[in-house]
């Protein structure tokens, strides 16, 4: 493999350490609360943890259009780079953090700065790999995402062997750190070598230009409403799986944490990949080869929602949890690819700041939903809800999606 064939997969290497601490610093927060609450006292009280976690979800969530937007105008490096050392900055400044006021703005920084990658971060990917590694490349890097995500719990660890002040920091410090290196070998592609995608007429545009572009394209709606639909069970499982295994097998949550975290870990690793590759080579033959998988990606999902609210045996939920995260890895390694069948290089980054945002609101929706259903001893039935909901995001999809090229290429947009 030459150096320039070979440059693509570094970056994906090289972002998904990003994508990993992009998660993992969210995530500390969480699983630090007991050890944090004993030098902060207003984290005893739920309500006020519950402050700090949704003011990163709506700032992250209102934020992710103006970043896609920012993105698409700027060059990603720097944008990336400048994300990184910021919230890396802010997870280490946490670590100073001695009143509650002090967390909740440096929570709410922390949404401002993460909220500036992931639009630039597939872009900039999705540029890279403009035809055959296109879904497996970005399949790769969201598990960078997953792995962050799990690493998250390590806080709690360091919190518990030292202090949650020193993970805050060592955390950080490694951002911080790792921006440097991105300084030294990430490349922007756009301003280099497809600088026909970028004109001086397209410089010189409105800033809510993008915005405009894609309301009035009909394939954007329908790919918008698709992919914040299953946002719902996504979240769902992310946020109140663990409580679902522990009602329903009767186990400790102890128990029941790691055993539904890791099978959701380990499930969507495999899917992703096994999704990116299957896209890569059914798109080869057929131009909705993108679609198809992510449909039968889908398509595990709805059975799985019904084991996994309905089921009482280990294996029933751990195979079922199992068929979701398969399933949904398959499903999120091609947004961003069948994002490109229907959108111009120049407005994707905007186009997926705006899914982000919608996928982040359906999350917030639909943890409060289930958080009530739980306390209505419902989580199951209404689990299994969700896979209805499922079904009609994937009737539309495979109805009204009808791409005309493997890579949006019109620069009349």
């Not at 670590?95 to 709410?108: H, I, P, V």
């Not at 918008?224 to 946002?231: E, G, I, K, M």
């Not at 994002?339 to 943890?367: E, W």
Request: a positive charge.
């Amino acid at each position: 493999m030459t150096p320039s064939k070979k440059y693509p997969w570094i970056v994906v290497g090289l972002l998904w350490v990003v994508a990993l601490l992009n998660y993992m610093d969210r995530q500390m927060l969480s699983t630090m609360k007991p050890s944090m609450m004993a030098d902060i006292t207003e984290l005893q009280s739920a309500t006020n943890f519950g402050y700090l976690m949704a003011i990163f979800l709506w700032i992250y969530g209102f934020m992710s259009p103006l970043s896609g937007i920012i993105a698409d105008r700027l060059n990603r490096k720097w944008l990336i780079v400048g994300s990184l050392f910021v919230w890396s900055a802010v997870t280490f400044a946490m670590g100073y953090a001695e009143t509650f006021e002090q967390l909740y703005w440096l929570r709410a920084a922390m949404g401002v700065s993460e909220a500036l990658y992931i639009p630039a971060g597939l872009s900039l990917i999705a540029d890279y790999h403009r035809d055959k590694t296109r879904s497996l490349a970005i399949g790769i890097h969201m598990t960078g995402l997953y792995m962050g995500q799990a690493l998250g719990g390590f806080g709690a660890t360091i919190a518990a062997e030292f202090s949650w002040q020193k993970a805050f920091m060592s955390f950080g410090l490694i951002g911080i750190v790792y921006a440097g290196v991105l300084i030294l070998f990430l490349k922007e592609k756009r301003n280099s070598e497809i600088e026909e995608d970028v004109n001086p007429v397209y410089a010189r545009s409105s800033f809510f230009k993008g915005l405009g572009v894609l309301f009035s394209n009909i394939a954007f709606w329908i790919i918008l409403f698709y992919f914040a639909v299953p946002s719902l069970p996504g979240w769902g499982v992310k946020n109140w799986l663990p409580t679902l295994f522990s009602e329903n097998l009767q186990i400790d949550m102890s128990k029941a944490g790691p055993l539904s975290t890791i099978t959701i870990a380990a499930s969507s690793f495999m899917g992703v990949v096994f999704g990116g590759v299957l896209s890569d080579r059914w798109v080869q033959k057929n131009l909705k080869g993108r679609i198809y998988t992510s449909a039968i990606g889908l398509g595990l999902t709805i059975p799985a929602l019904v084991l996994v609210g309905f089921g009482h045996s280990i294996i029933a939920i751990v195979g079922a949890a199992f068929c979701f995260g398969f399933g949904y890895g398959m499903f999120d390694a091609n947004n961003m690819p069948i994002l490109c069948q229907f959108v111009s290089a120049k407005y994707r980054a905007t186009a997926y700041g705006l899914m982000n945002m919608v996928g982040v609101f359906a999350g917030a929706f639909i943890t409060d939903w289930l958080g009530k259903s739980t306390d209505a001893g419902n989580l199951g039935k209404d689990f299994a809800l969700l896979a209805v909901i499922v079904i009609i995001a994937l009737v539309v999809q495979l109805s009204f999606l009808r791409p005309k090229a493997n890579d949006f290429t019109d620069n009349k947009m």
